[in-house]
């Protein structure tokens, strides 16, 4: 049964500071791992998404890593900003060919101070 | 383009009703995925369809239903209603077979009273 672990769970720093979140994942066998923005209350805004053959991938001032046979992900924030205060999700997809299923962690709460 | 959007946005129920949500997927994509999110936690996998057939199914009981209609449109039905169900309830859409990503709506918050 895959299992997703993201740690902190809660993280809180000042603005400007560059941060890093984590994500673990028990089985290898994914298709990909997408991570999420979501605010209180809200969806899920999809912010990057690594297929299993990628090791990285960058939008802006975030950064995501992959590495499969670890089981783990990184999501790198530069320069934070109070804006980017938000839950992160990491959901990894799994299962047979052409099933979308996601399973997510519990999220890391960010908070940016000002 | 118009995103995932969900219907109704809030919704207050008491225990032992029934409960129809309704999701309209992104304007191209085949496939519809249900999520259950409980304050505090992930979402948590409920059903996905694509071509009004499901395709997967998580592990929640049969009191959960849904259905995906020819405009590729879905509801999700849920019975005899507890207070556990309480939750965001999510939906996202995605074409079917390609490694793209997933776009959720902004959900369903059902209380149950």
């Known amino acids: 049964k895959q299992e997703v672990t993201q740690i902190p769970a809660a993280l809180s720093v000042p603005e400007g500071e560059n941060l890093v979140l984590n994500c673990s994942f028990t089985?290898?066998?994914?298709?990909?791992l997408q991570w999420f923005r979501q605010d209180p209350g809200k969806g899920l805004t999809s912010l990057l998404l690594?297929?299993?053959?990628?090791r990285e991938q960058t939008s802006g001032r975030l950064n995501a890593s992959l590495d499969k046979s670890s089981g783990r992900s990184t999501l790198y924030i530069a320069a934070s900003q109070p804006g980017d205060s938000a839950t992160y999700l990491c959901?990894?997809?799994?299962?047979?060919?052409?099933?979308?299923?996601?399973?997510f962690g519990q999220g890391t709460r960010l908070t940016i101070n000002p | 383009d118009a995103g995932v959007t969900q219907s109704p946005t809030h919704l207050i129920k008491t225990r032992g009703q029934q409960v129809t949500l309704r999701c309209s997927p992104i304007?191209?994509?085949?496939?519809v995925s249900w999520y259950q999110q409980v304050l505090g936690q992930g979402p948590q996998f409920i059903f996905q369809?694509?071509?009004?057939?499901?395709?997967g199914r998580g592990n929640f009981p049969d009191r959960f239903s849904a259905r995906q209609f020819p405009n590729y449109s879905s509801e999700l039905n849920v019975n005899a209603l507890l207070l556990g169900d309480s939750a965001l309830y999510l939906c996202?859409?995605?074409?079917?077979?390609?490694?793209?990503?997933?776009?959720f709506g902004d959900g369903t918050r059902l209380s149950i009273l």
């Open positions: 369809y694509y071509e009004k057939e499901e395709r």
């Open positions: 690594i297929q299993s053959s990628q």
């Open positions: 304007s191209g994509h085949k496939s």
């Open positions: 996202a859409s995605s074409p079917w077979g390609v490694p793209q990503p997933q776009h």
């Open positions: 089985d290898s066998a994914i298709y990909n």
């Open positions: 959901a990894v997809r799994h299962g047979i060919q052409g099933a979308q299923k996601l399973v």
